[in-house]
Structure formats: structure tokens, C-alpha cells
């Protein structure tokens, strides 16, 4: 779910707003279970020096609904993220 509200104090009618809702896929590259090689073993959080941090990517993308009169009938969201 999406929503914007310009002025949190004065948010004034429901239908002035943005807000939408639809299904979203996610999905995650990397990220601590490969960078340890899928061994669970240890602790995943302890870094070792001179090694590179690990990266992990993950991307969402879905189709939103608009709720009121101010958001657009459909929409399509994509987001990407970087983590290390």
C-alpha cells in the first residue's frame, strides 16, 4: 500500500489524498546465506577483516489500485535496493 499526506496537521478530505493498494512481488539477490556460502555455521554477523562486505540486491515490482479520486486508476511501482 502507497500514501502520501502533504500536511500531516491539516490532511484534509480522504478523496485529496494519494493512496493506493495492489500485489507486489519481491525478490532478493545475495545476501548473507550465499556471501557464507550457505553454511550456517558461526556467526553471520561477525566480519572478517580484509574480506569485502557482503552485498545483497533485492527489487520489488507490482500494480497499484488507486482509493480515491486523487490517485490514478493503475499504476505500475518497480523499487531496487542495494545493501552492504
Do not use: C, W
Not at 557464507?36 to 569485502?52: F, R, S, T
Not at 500494480?63 to 499504476?75: E, K, Y
Amino acid at each position: 500500500m502507497f500514501g502520501e499526506i502533504e500536511e500531516l496537521a491539516n490532511a484534509g478530505p480522504f478523496n485529496s489524498e494519494v493512496r493506493s493498494v495492489g500485489p507486489t512481488l519481491f525478490y532478493k539477490f545475495g545476501g548473507e546465506d550465499e556471501a557464507n556460502g550457505g553454511n550456517d555455521e558461526g556467526n553471520a554477523h561477525e566480519k572478517k577483516v580484509g574480506q569485502p562486505p557482503a552485498v545483497s540486491y533485492s527489487m520489488n515490482v507490482g500494480v497499484q489500485f488507486g482509493l480515491t479520486d486523487a490517485t490514478s486508476d493503475t499504476a505500475l511501482k518497480f523499487q531496487g535496493s542495494l545493501s552492504f
